[in-house]
C-alpha cells in the first residue's frame, strides 16, 4: 500500500540555523500540506501546496518557512533560522484532489529539536 | 469559522467494554469529518470518515462512528475495547477552500486490562 515518507525521523539542530525537512507524498496526490504538533498539544495547518504553489497559509507559516517540490515527487519544509519553539513534531500530508470528502494520508513526521 | 471540540482529555475504559471518544463539530454547510489514531511516536493514521449517507460509519480496526446532525455530533465507537487500542484519538473536520484539517485537541484513550 503507497504511503507518505519522511525523512529525517529526528532532526537536532542549534538555534539560528537552517533546517529542510523533506517528504514524499503518495505519487498520484496533487495536494500536499504541513501540519505541526506541539509536544502533547494538537496538530495544527501550517500550509497547504497545490500545482506548484502555495495554497494556502496559516499565521504559523512565516517569512523564515518556505515550501518547495523541487522534484516532482519531493515536498519540503525549510524552516531558515530556528527558534526555540519551533521544537515539534512535523507531519507532511497528501491527497488526491477531490474535494473534502478526500482522505489526507499522513507520513511518520519528523521530530524537530531545537536547541 | 469550523472548528471541532473533543471534551474529554483521557478517557479510561476496560478491555472488553464498550468505548466512547466524543467529538463536536461546528460547521458550516455539509460537514466533513475525520477520525485519526496516533499511537507513541508515530504519525496520524486514518480510521474513519463522514461525507454523505448513512449516519453510522464504520472503518478500520472494528471502529465506527455516529454522524448526529441534531446534536452536532461525531462520536467514535467500538463494541469491545483491546489494551492494543489505547493511543491519542484525533477528530478533525476539512475546511472549505483548500480542505486543510482542522483538529481537535485529542483524547487519549487508556484501555485497561
Known amino acids: 500500500e503507497p504511503e507518505v515518507t519522511q525523512t529525517p525521523s529526528h532532526q537536532v539542530t542549534q538555534m539560528g540555523q537552517e533546517v529542510i525537512l523533506r517528504c514524499v507524498p503518495i505519487?498520484?496526490?496533487?495536494?500536499f500540506y504541513w501540519y505541526r504538533q506541539i509536544l502533547g498539544q494538537k496538530v495544527e495547518f501550517l500550509v497547504s501546496?497545490?500545482?506548484?504553489?502555495?495554497?494556502?497559509k496559516s499565521e504559523i507559516f512565516d517569512d523564515q518557512f518556505s515550501v518547495e517540490r523541487p522534484d516532482g515527487s519531493n515536498f519540503t519544509l525549510k524552516i531558515r533560522s530556528t527558534k526555540l519553539e519551533d521544537s515539534a513534531m512535523y507531519f507532511c500530508a497528501s491527497r488526491v484532489v477531490a474535494g473534502g470528502s478526500d482522505t489526507q494520508y499522513f507520513g511518520p513526521g519528523t521530530r524537530l529539536t531545537v536547541l | 469559522a469550523q472548528s471541532v471540540a473533543q471534551p474529554e482529555d483521557q478517557v479510561n475504559v476496560a478491555e472488553g467494554n464498550p468505548l466512547t471518544v466524543k467529538c463536536t463539530y461546528s460547521?458550516?454547510?455539509?460537514?466533513?469529518l475525520f477520525w485519526y489514531v496516533q499511537y507513541p511516536n508515530r504519525g496520524l493514521q486514518f480510521l474513519l470518515k463522514?461525507?454523505?449517507?448513512?449516519?453510522l460509519v464504520k472503518g478500520s480496526y472494528g471502529f465506527e462512528a455516529e454522524f448526529n446532525k441534531s446534536q452536532t455530533s461525531f462520536h467514535l465507537k467500538k463494541p469491545s475495547a483491546l489494551v492494543s487500542d489505547s493511543a491519542l484519538y484525533f477528530c478533525a473536520t476539512a475546511s472549505s477552500g483548500t480542505y486543510k484539517y482542522i483538529f481537535g485537541t485529542g483524547t487519549r484513550l487508556k484501555v485497561l486490562a
Open positions: 505519487s498520484n496526490h496533487l495536494y
Open positions: 463522514y461525507i454523505t449517507g448513512d449516519n
Open positions: 501546496f497545490y500545482n506548484n504553489e502555495i495554497s494556502e
Open positions: 460547521v458550516s454547510g455539509n460537514p466533513y
